[in-house]
């Protein structure tokens, strides 16, 4: 019989690693854990001198964003952390490898919308998957272009611009 791991079984797990360094790092060092990163170097912000930087990668949260039923805290919660932790991890971009959203409506954008807003200051990319866009690739005006496409991302200095159809920033 062959192993194999589900989708969403690699999210969930995916989903715990915020949690778990966060409970490691207390155990570690409760001084390091104690400070606020308002103390830490760069005003909080990732030191753009480090020789190593972190790029946040959060895999599909389609099933967290679902009209079907769903609860968008874990992926508010993933990226507060993630904001929080900017400075002390050195983490410099945060990307979204795609899937969204389920079924890709008004409705589930408008709450992936809400849940990335939990991000702050934190730069980051969407990516379209094919949950959130449909039809035969021929993409046009949709929810998802209207909730992430470049006007979301051209306030953030990590902007370079975008695809004539907007899709890709």
Same mark, same amino acid.
């Given at each position: 019989m062959e192993n194999s791991l589900s989708r969403r079984s690699l999210f969930r797990a995916a989903a715990a690693v915020p949690i778990l360094s966060a409970a490691a790092a207390g155990t570690t060092s409760a001084t390091a854990a104690a400070a606020p990163s308002a103390t830490t170097p760069h005003g909080g912000r990732p030191d753009p001198t480090a020789q190593r930087f972190t790029v946040a990668v959060l895999p599909d949260t389609q099933y967290l964003l679902d009209d079907g039923g769903s609860d968008a805290e874990p992926v508010?919660? *993933?990226l507060r952390h993630l904001d929080r932790e900017r400075a002390q991890d050195n983490i410099v971009f945060m990307t979204?490898?795609?899937?969204v959203t389920e079924h890709g409506t008004e409705t589930e954008m408008r709450a992936a919308s809400r849940a990335f807003d939990a991000a702050g200051r934190l730069p980051y990319?969407?990516?379209?998957?094919?949950?959130?866009?449909?039809?035969?690739?021929?993409?046009g005006d949709s929810p998802y272009l209207r909730t992430f496409g470049p006007q979301r991302?051209?306030?953030?200095? *990590?902007y370079g611009g975008s695809s004539p159809d907007g899709?890709?920033?």
């Amino acid at each position: 019989m062959e192993n194999s791991l589900s989708r969403r079984s690699l999210f969930r797990a995916a989903a715990a690693v915020p949690i778990l360094s966060a409970a490691a790092a207390g155990t570690t060092s409760a001084t390091a854990a104690a400070a606020p990163s308002a103390t830490t170097p760069h005003g909080g912000r990732p030191d753009p001198t480090a020789q190593r930087f972190t790029v946040a990668v959060l895999p599909d949260t389609q099933y967290l964003l679902d009209d079907g039923g769903s609860d968008a805290e874990p992926v508010r919660a *993933t990226l507060r952390h993630l904001d929080r932790e900017r400075a002390q991890d050195n983490i410099v971009f945060m990307t979204q490898l795609g899937d969204v959203t389920e079924h890709g409506t008004e409705t589930e954008m408008r709450a992936a919308s809400r849940a990335f807003d939990a991000a702050g200051r934190l730069p980051y990319s969407v990516l379209a998957g094919n949950h959130d866009v449909s039809g035969d690739d021929q993409r046009g005006d949709s929810p998802y272009l209207r909730t992430f496409g470049p006007q979301r991302f051209s306030r953030m200095k *990590t902007y370079g611009g975008s695809s004539p159809d907007g899709y890709n920033s």
